[in-house]
């Protein structure tokens, strides 16, 4: 096995006494390998510790390895790297220079009048403290969870999605997303509530794809869909326990 461990933690049981869920079933299940980060909004970084900080425009997603060694990166409005408009409401460029950017250089929408409909509607998330934090699951923290990233292949995903839609009723918000947009922002501004049980599948940014595995795809959840997963995991009818998914085991 060639892919990084992180360091073992201490899961509460699910609602035990409003801790963290339990996410171990369904890392053991599926040999999930790649790591399980956290975003956070915290007022206090410390108990994050150790701390890794962004390089001046650098992409979130180099910290990659920091997070496969247990470290956390960590991001304010003063040090922020490449992520600080969507993830913290910094502009960092002009705003003719950055459509420019998006669609002259990287061709990402047909002309650009599209790109500029794009960057006008375009969320960004709105930070609660002043210290935002992204690394290793910290479940003394789960007060200030807002996101849990999986970093999985095709089959994990392929299970993953159909455990997001397990307790999902018609009318409810999509359970799935996969909306257009950075990899900073499909950790939290792309969700339609992050209050609500919602994945996101992620990862596809392939400016930032040169930091992952070729295997990885990011799929992204709320902290009420997080708290849906471990329980699906813990459910003996799901399909996390059956057929189909011993089969695929078999086969793979």
């Known amino acids: 096995d060639r892919h990084v461990h992180l360091p073992a933690l201490q899961w509460p049981r699910q609602g035990a006494g409003g801790g963290q ?6 890392l053991e299940r599926l040999s999930i390998r790649g790591p399980v980060v956290g975003l956070y909004d915290a007022p206090d970084a410390a108990p994050f510790a150790p701390l890794t900080l962004p390089g001046s425009r650098a992409c979130v997603f180099a ?7 247990g470290e956390t990166l960590h991001l304010t409005k003063d040090r922020h790297g490449c992520g600080a408009m969507h993830l913290l409401g910094v502009e960092t460029r002009p705003r003719e220079d950055l459509l420019r950017f998006l669609y002259e250089e990287e ?15 375009a969320p960004h998330y ?6 935002l934090l992204i690394g290793p699951l910290r479940p003394a923290q789960y007060e200030y969870l807002r996101s849990v990233t999986f970093y999985v292949n095709a089959d994990q995903l392929a299970v993953l999605t159909a455990g997001a839609g397990y307790y ?3 009318g409810d918000i999509p359970p799935v997303i996969a909306p257009f947009g950075s990899g900073c922002m499909q950790l939290a501004a792309l969700f339609d509530d992050l209050e609500q049980p919602q994945a ?14 070729p ?8 902290r009420p869909m997080f708290a849906r997963l471990c329980a699906w995991a813990d459910d003996a009818h799901s399909s996390l326990h059956t057929e189909f998914l011993n089969g695929l085991i078999r086969a793979r």
């Open 107 to 121: 061709g990402l929408r047909a002309d650009a009048e599209l790109m500029k409909a794009w960057l006008d509607q």
């Open 21 to 26: 869920p339990d996410p171990s079933g369904i």
């Open 215 to 222: 295997w990885m795809i990011a799929f992204t959840v709320t």
């Open 200 to 213: 996101l599948i992620g990862g596809l940014d392939h400016a930032a794809r040169k930091y992952m595995e």
């Open 168 to 170: 999902s009723r018609p």
């Open 63 to 69: 910290s990659l390895r920091e997070w496969q060694r």
């Open 126 to 131: 709105v930070p609660r403290h002043e210290n």
